[in-house]
């Protein structure tokens, strides 16, 4: 069994091979939240590039709540223009037998200032973040929580209407479903906070309203953290039991991820693995950052598993096939060549390739502005968000139909500012 297999889902749904392109925000969308040409341009070359699946980018159900500037937005019926849009960027991202997927999203307070310096979110608690780019959030009335439902399983329907083959409900990374996952940030005490059945309610009522309205042969997953990596925050026993609960609820496909924007194991800030998972000797083993926990949650119950974050070798991605995960997620190095998996399929490269060694800013050049004793959190946070912002103009390339560029971390970072200003 290797990852050039097909796979096929519980609900009948054949992959042909186990490798997904995993989901990464594009930010190509204008200020009317709809999918454009850049998207189809880069949808279509990353279907013609090897994957079986394809995950959109955050589609987000709310403008004022979106993760950036730059995001698709399903926020209420959509005309038949949008529609048509949807149409077009279903049939590029389907082209050359591949799935695909929109990930559904909410920000909530993950939601930046420049797009709403008052976001909602479970609890009136700010990210612990330096920089100010989030504000103080307001709690969310039942109301709210009850159009935040109706509009995931809309967005799924827009999805399935458009062509794609599926959902996927990302409920990782402290986005909202996160935060009310997370005791940290969900401090309520009425029937969506404390013990954990209640702090998950807001998932599996998405996840029920979503299955009642796509129907049972379309595609529903989950992305959902193996663990914040926080004192106190949820964590891999808390995951072991939501797995199960989303099992009873017939999700396909379970994303296991981890982190949150306050500690980001899921983008690898800094080089360092996720505390809690032990560094190994092995070389293939540090590759994937979640294969670990990822097997010890097929000892519970748990839906089909899809593990993302540092798969670059063939080697280590049968080995997680051996070990019962189902789909390996790939990510970054798809930013800058949307046909390497299919190069790593064929037998033309060995690994995938590794652009975030040369990515961090090193303390160097914050010195003369923030002194020699800056915040080692603080330097985290401009490392990761600088390289993110290199991989976002990777994709811009390649959805403008060119290659990538060798554009250096800074000039990125204040590249990608203007661009989110742009599209605010």
């Known amino acids: 069994m290797s990852v050039a297999t097909e796979y096929r889902l519980p609900n009948g749904q054949r992959l042909k091979n186990r490798i997904a392109k995993a989901a990464m ?5 204008g200020s009317d939240g709809l999918p454009n040409a850049g998207h189809e341009t880069l949808y279509r070359r990353w279907a013609e590039g090897g994957c079986g699946l394809l995950l959109t980018g955050n589609v987000v159900i709310d403008r004022l709540h979106r993760e950036r500037p730059g995001n698709v937005v399903v926020n209420g019926p959509l005309s038949a223009e949008a529609k048509a849009a949807w149409a077009r960027w279903a049939a590029a991202s389907t082209a050359n037998g591949t799935q695909a997927w929109v990930q ?5 307070r993950q939601t930046q200032k420049n797009v709403n310096p008052h976001p909602k979110a479970p609890s009136a608690v700010a990210l612990a973040l330096p920089g100010g780019q989030f504000g103080m959030p307001d709690p969310l009335t039942d109301a709210e929580i009850a159009d935040i439902i109706a509009g995931f399983a809309q967005a799924a329907v827009v999805a ?5 083959t599926g959902v996927q409900i990302h ?4 986005y909202l479903l996160s935060q009310f996952l997370s005791p940290l940030a969900n401090r309520r005490n009425d029937d969506w906070g404390g013990r954990l059945e209640d702090r998950a309610r807001l998932l599996t009522e998405i996840v029920t309203a979503v299955r009642a309205a796509v129907g049972k042969d379309f595609t529903v997953a989950v992305k959902l953290n193996s663990a914040d990596f926080q004192k106190g925050g949820f964590d891999f026993e808390d995951c072991q039991i939501v797995a199960g609960w989303l099992t009873d609820l017939g999700v396909d496909c379970l994303e296991l991820s981890g982190g949150t924007y306050e500690q980001p194991a899921m983008m690898d800030m800094d080089g360092l693995t996720p505390r809690e998972e032990p560094k190994q000797q092995s070389t293939r083993a540090r590759e994937a950052y979640f294969v670990q926990l990822a097997t010890a949650l097929l000892v519970a119950k748990t839906p089909p598993l899809m593990v993302t974050g540092g798969f670059r070798s063939l080697a280590a991605m049968d080995d997680a096939i051996a070990n019962g995960i189902s ?4 990510g970054r190095p ?5 046909a390497c998996v299919a190069d790593l399929l064929a037998g033309a490269m060995e690994e995938l390739p590794r652009f975030e060694a040369n990515l961090a800013i090193g ?7 923030l002194g020699p004793a800056s915040p080692i959190k603080l330097l985290r946070t401009l490392n990761g968000f600088a390289a993110q912002a290199w991989y976002y103009q990777q994709l811009r390339r390649l959805a403008a139909g060119g290659p990538a560029t060798a554009q250096g971390t800074w000039q990125a970072f204040l590249a990608e500012q203007r661009e989110n200003k742009a599209r605010i």
């Open 327 to 330: 789909l390996i997620g790939v």
């Open 25 to 29: 925000t594009e930010g190509l969308a």
């Open 104 to 108: 559904i999203s909410h920000a909530g």
């Open 171 to 174: 409920a990782a990374h402290g």
């Open 363 to 369: 303390p160097g050049w914050l010195r003369p502005l």
């Open 334 to 338: 798809l930013c800058a060549q949307p």
């Open 160 to 164: 399935r209407d458009a062509g794609f």
